[in-house]
């Protein structure tokens, strides 16, 4: 089993609200004080990053014998941290083949050189996402960016030679607590080989939701192999999902192409009509994120079957007292069958049968097992506003019980790329745990609308 409760001064993933993180921030730069122990200003910078950063936001993750330590190669506790980090390869192949090293010591070259940076470097998203499709997420997994302050801070001990001793970076940077928040939104660039797709802009009225579908055939007959997808949206996005349809789509119901179908009328009612093809929707990719950018991996392409197309659905859920626009672009790109080794097939796990009783907080957990063995590549959470954690066990087998999976964020949960991938071998299963804090006088089921909820694994495996 993993150790996720490390005991700590200051573990802001266990407070989870973002407001109590705000007032605690203080007491932050205090920790540790009360019981005697060194100031900050007196510290070596990298027991200041040890205590202040990796020790608060990494270690519940990069900790000995956990799965997540085991997929990245990567420990951070204050025994050896510095020497994993400092002068070694990264685990990544990717960030290897590119000649990076995690933390190395010729200081401004190494910045350039140092994945750990690329890894943290929120503000620098943009590039690493687009540049870098198999360089995984921007640490720390599903939790806040670090502050502008703490990379900085992180910045300055990298270009003085990153030494395990001494003082080379002003601790009065970690008192700026901004974080990188937003990209800009810009349309993508059409891929050389594949599909793009383009949604909106609309509008989204005041305090509403707007889902809608949108059906855009493809006039290829031959399979198609996809090798990777991007997505940009708008801010204000709830999600975006590509589906395609089953095989077995009554004739009246299958949708008109080409047109907006909103899944609510203007007087907030479901229209039945639209309700109905969603019944057949197979789910081929999708993301809660405002930029994704997703390859499978080397030789891996997902097939969709020719003469199918895809039924593009954006949600918008509008908090605000202004109209908001919504608009999506989307890549779909195709690599030939001849370059294709192993076809991935879609995880679509979902508990739709729950009721969470009002003013409680509920854990649901559902057990799902799988009949073939399969080497499981990508996994995300999809649930509403009212899930606080989210995890995923292995149940049977090597490793019974391991943690695979944590989210702790509904709107932006973690896309996990596992490579090596997790091998479940047949009769083996994954259990999802989810917790709920219904804070409403009503009981919440499954349900559509971003005020019901879900609870929903996806991801992507292949069979041997
Ligand atoms: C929720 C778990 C989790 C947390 C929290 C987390 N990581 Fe990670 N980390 C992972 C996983 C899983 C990987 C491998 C997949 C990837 O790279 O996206 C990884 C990979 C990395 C890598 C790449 C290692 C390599 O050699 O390929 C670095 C560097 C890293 N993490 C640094 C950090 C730092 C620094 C923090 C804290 C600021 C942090 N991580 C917090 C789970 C986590």
């Keep these: 089993m993993n150790n996720l409760n490390v005991d700590m001064c200051f573990n802001p993933r266990k407070l989870r609200d973002k407001l109590l993180l705000t007032l605690l921030v203080g007491g932050v730069l205090s920790c540790g004080k009360d019981d005697g122990s060194v100031p900050l200003d007196q510290m070596a910078t990298y027991d200041v990053i040890q205590t202040q950063i990796w020790d608060t936001q990494c270690i519940n993750c990069h900790v000995s014998g956990s799965t997540f330590a085991k997929q990245s190669d990567l420990i951070l506790t204050s025994d050896i941290s510095y020497s994993q980090l400092v002068n070694r390869q990264p685990n990544n192949k990717s960030a290897q083949e590119d000649g990076l090293e995690l933390v190395g010591q010729e200081g401004l070259p190494s910045l350039f050189k140092s994945f750990l940076w690329e890894k943290i470097n929120a503000n620098d998203q943009e590039h690493f996402y687009s540049d870098h499709p198999l360089y995984g997420a921007i640490m720390p997994l599903g939790g806040d960016f670090l502050t502008n302050g703490q990379l900085e801070f992180i910045r300055d001990w990298i270009i003085n030679g990153a030494p395990s001793d001494g003082m080379v970076a002003d601790v009065t940077l970690l008192e700026d607590e901004s974080r990188f928040e937003e990209l800009e939104f810009e349309p993508l660039t059409a891929p050389e080989s594949g599909f793009q797709f383009h949604l909106g802009p609309f509008e989204v009225e005041p305090n509403r939701d707007r889902e809608l579908f949108y059906y855009e055939p493809i006039d290829i007959q031959e399979d198609i192999f996809i090798s990777q ?31 907006i179908r909103d899944l609510y009328d203007a007087n907030d009612q479901v229209i039945a009509n639209n309700l109905f093809p969603l019944l057949y929707h197979q789910f081929v990719a999708g993301t809660q994120w405002p930029r994704m950018n997703y390859r499978y991996p080397e030789g891996v392409a997902l097939k969709l079957q020719g003469g199918k197309g895809f039924d593009l659905n954006a949600h918008y859920a509008n908090r605000t007292d202004e109209v908001m626009v919504g608009e999506i672009y989307g890549n779909i790109h195709t690599v030939p069958e001849s370059e294709v080794q192993h076809v991935a097939e879609i995880l679509d796990l979902n508990h739709d049968d729950f009721s969470l009783p009002p003013q409680q907080v509920t854990t649901l957990t559902k057990d799902f097992f799988f009949n073939d063995k399969i080497n499981i590549f990508q996994l995300f959470s999809h649930a509403h506003e009212h899930m606080t954690e989210f995890k995923v066990f292995k149940v049977g087998g090597v490793g019974d019980g391991d943690l695979l999976y944590i989210a702790y964020d509904w709107e932006h949960p973690p896309i996990l790329e596992l490579d090596p991938p997790i091998v479940l071998q047949a009769g083996e299963g994954l259990r999802l745990e989810a917790t709920y804090n219904n804070w409403e006088n009503r009981t919440l089921r499954f349900g559509l609308r971003s005020t019901d909820e879900m609870m929903i694994l996806f991801g992507a495996y292949y069979k041997d």
């Design 229 to 259: 997808v991007e997505i940009v949206m708008r801010p204000g996005s709830h999600h975006f999902i590509f589906y395609t349809f089953d095989d077995d789509v009554p004739i009246h119901i299958f949708p008109q192409e080409k047109t």
